[in-house]
């Protein structure tokens, strides 16, 4: 923090000037970066490196424009004169690399570089060859004006001292209101392990209430992005949030960090072939979701390759005919069969076998023919109309219509698989004339990708960062597999914060329906947003679910919990709200959706203005309870916990989210026994 002490205003300036300095050549940078893009518009080359250079450019220099203001670093490293790598060096280090020119040494280094990682790892146990490191303080909300920096501060490692920075506290204990920051100047050491752990390597991190997960699994993806660019260019690199509005809220998080173009998904959104028109009943959509549903789809979509009734084919060759005998192609798809490829590639596989079948006769007779005979031959009617009947094209919509309309066809694909009720669930109560008239649920949608996935295999991502995986049923966790083949796996989640029907209770078992039964599972504990009296609270609920993870623990003791019993809810609620407007920061208003209307209502007549959960920076906002998880407030009235627990299947773990969603005071109203 500022000090009159001369010394340390002097180093004020000092690092003020070294801002201004920066912001002048960050300036310089993105007036570069534009005219590159005009220079290479005009580089002679072939249209597609014309093309390709053009795009690269441009988009090189939208993400130089689209950078957010602010602080350009926040932080220091003097390193020791016998330190080997970086001897008497000192770095800034930022959000992103600074310099003057590309050969010149950067006024800041990137927080993902190889040197910055001593920033947070350094100790006074293991300075790793750091003398002093330096934290720097801004003024809150700062859009990187010099004078903003009001304070800082020194930890000399080098000669072993160390301190709890103050520095830290401050950002972290900042009132959250808009959206989600950045916590790339308060990284703690165990989750910079994470962050920074390589491409190849699929993570699961256990992550207790404000522990900081879905920080670390954004601030991973921005640093693979750094270490593998082109190769993430080129596989993609993928976000999946629970829904919109947590994406909405987490949106802001890479751009900050220098990450543009990212996408940034549901699930559902990714999936979906159609709108999620329909819903199911709660029975039916458990089976939808289970795992053996895998089984009956395949089953189904196999069950339409068929040598039954197959007969010789002839093929015409100019006055010729070319004949496979019935037996030989039976044989053939069998075979085809039995190496189990999608679907599809079977078809053209056998297509393939019979025109090489065909072929080498043709030579035996004729010679060699050219490319042109097999593409005849290849789309010859007679080839393609027995194709249809042993292996027929298919869409995914038309195989789940069918199982879902017709009885006999599910009785045959769940045998043994499914018990008499589960496939009395499953049937549509008023089937569609067509599947192209079929209103598909969100549960069915989750189906059809399965049936497309083994028709033909989808697109595949180098990195997928899931966010409340706790919450994805071992059907939906098929559904990324499939996508992340080829590549790798930050899994986010808390056990305890699962509130669907099939929610996991156990991450093996969820990892293994996402093909990476190896993964490693790392638990984070240690709480830095949520106050240690709204833990206790939340552990105390804890222990009566049916998960075991550890119990958190919390750095923070300046948070507030207050209970209060009421026989006016609507009333406390108002007075809870007023209370917490003569504080600083976002109050969020979380009650049971069925009662979210009735709370709004009763804010509004009181004159409070209220914002829904999309409103991203509102003073007040009502939260149904359903839609709170992954969200954040200084200030929460949780109303009526028995009613939240009351209204689900798993209402306690909804109302364990609920109690977690404060970082600095809870109000409990309440005029029902307490859940816990």
């Not at 709660?282 to 009956?296: N, Y």
Request: glycine share 8%; proline share 7%; with cysteine.
């Amino acid at each position: 923090m500022t000090s009159p002490h001369p010394a340390l205003t002097d180093t004020l300036h000092s690092e003020r000037a070294h801002h201004d300095t920066c912001r002048a050549a960050l300036a310089a940078m993105v007036e570069g970066a534009a005219e590159q893009v005009v220079i290479g518009e005009d580089v002679s080359a072939s249209g597609a490196d014309a093309e390709v250079l053009g795009h690269r450019l441009r988009s090189r220099a939208k993400a130089m424009r689209e950078l957010p203001p602010g602080p350009l670093f926040f932080g220091r490293l003097d390193f020791g004169d016998e330190e080997p790598g970086h001897g008497g060096q000192h770095y800034h280090v930022g959000r992103l690399r600074i310099t003057e020119d590309p050969a010149a040494p950067p006024l800041v280094v990137d927080w993902r570089a190889p040197v910055s990682r001593a920033f947070y790892q350094a100790s006074a146990l293991d300075p790793q060859g750091v003398e002093v490191r330096r934290r720097f303080g801004w003024a809150p909300g700062s859009r990187g004006d010099s004078a903003d920096l009001t304070g800082l501060e020194d930890e000399h490692l080098g000669r072993g001292e160390s301190r709890t920075s103050d520095i830290v506290a401050r950002e972290i204990e900042r009132p959250r209101v808009g959206p989600m920051r950045d916590i790339a100047a308060t990284i703690q050491p165990e989750q910079d392990d994470l962050v920074r752990a390589a491409l190849t390597a699929s993570v699961c991190v256990q992550g207790a209430p404000g522990t900081g997960k879905t920080a670390v699994g954004l601030h991973r993806a921005a640093y693979l992005l750094y270490t593998h660019p082109k190769r993430l260019q080129r596989s993609g690199l993928l976000i999946l949030g629970p829904n919109r509005t947590f994406l909405t809220y987490i949106a802001e998080v890479l751009p900050a960090l220098g990450e543009t173009g990212v996408r940034q998904s549901t699930l559902l959104e990714e999936i979906a072939r159609h709108p999620a028109a329909g819903t199911d009943p709660a029975a039916t959509a458990a089976v939808k979701h289970d795992p053996r549903m895998a089984e009956v789809l395949r089953r189904a979509l196999y069950a339409r390759v068929t040598v039954a009734g197959v007969t010789d084919l002839a093929v015409p060759d100019g006055s010729y005919r070319w004949r496979v005998p019935a037996r030989e192609l039976a044989a053939l798809v069998e075979e085809v069969r039995a190496e189990e490829p999608p679907y599809a590639v079977g078809r053209e596989r056998v297509r393939t076998r019979v025109v090489r079948l065909l072929r080498d006769r043709a030579e035996r007779r004729s010679g060699v023919l050219p490319a042109s005979w097999t593409r005849r031959i290849e789309r010859c009617r007679p080839l393609t109309e027995q194709l249809d009947a042993v292996w027929p094209r298919v869409r995914p919509e038309e195989v789940l219509a069918e199982l879902l309309t017709d009885r006999a066809v599910l009785a045959r694909a769940a045998d043994g698989l499914l018990d008499p009720e589960e496939e009395t669930a499953l049937p549509w109560a008023r089937p569609p004339r067509s599947y192209k008239s079929a209103r598909w649920s969100a549960a069915d949608l989750v189906l059809l990708d399965e049936l497309a996935g083994l028709i033909e295999h989808p697109e595949g991502h180098g990195h997928i960062v899931v966010d409340e995986a706790q919450d994805l049923s071992p059907m939906e966790c098929r559904a990324i597999a499939r996508r992340a083949a080829f590549g790798s796996l930050t899994v986010l989640g808390d056990l305890a914060q699962g509130t669907t029907p099939w929610a996991a209770r156990d991450w093996s078992v969820q990892l293994r329906h996402l093909g990476r039964p190896d993964a490693a599972v790392v638990p984070l504990t240690t709480g830095f947003r949520v106050p240690a009296a709204v833990v206790e609270l939340a552990n105390r609920l804890l222990a009566r679910l049916d998960v075991a993870v550890p119990a958190a623990t919390s750095l923070r003791t300046d948070g507030e919990l207050t209970l209060r019993p009421t026989e006016d809810v609507p009333g406390t609620t108002v007075a809870a709200v007023r209370d917490a407007l003569a504080r600083e920061g976002s109050v969020g208003v979380i009650a049971a959706d069925a009662d979210t209307d009735r709370v709004r209502e009763a804010l509004t007549a009181a004159g409070i203005e209220t914002a829904g959960a999309d409103a991203l920076g509102a003073r007040v906002t009502v939260v149904p309870a359903s839609m709170v998880k992954g969200l954040e407030y200084d200030h929460v009235v949780a109303v009526e916990p028995a009613a939240v627990a009351e209204a689900e299947e798993r209402g306690a773990h909804r109302l364990y989210v609920v109690l977690t969603r404060a970082v600095s005071r809870l109000d409990v109203v309440h005029s029902r026994p307490l859940p816990f």
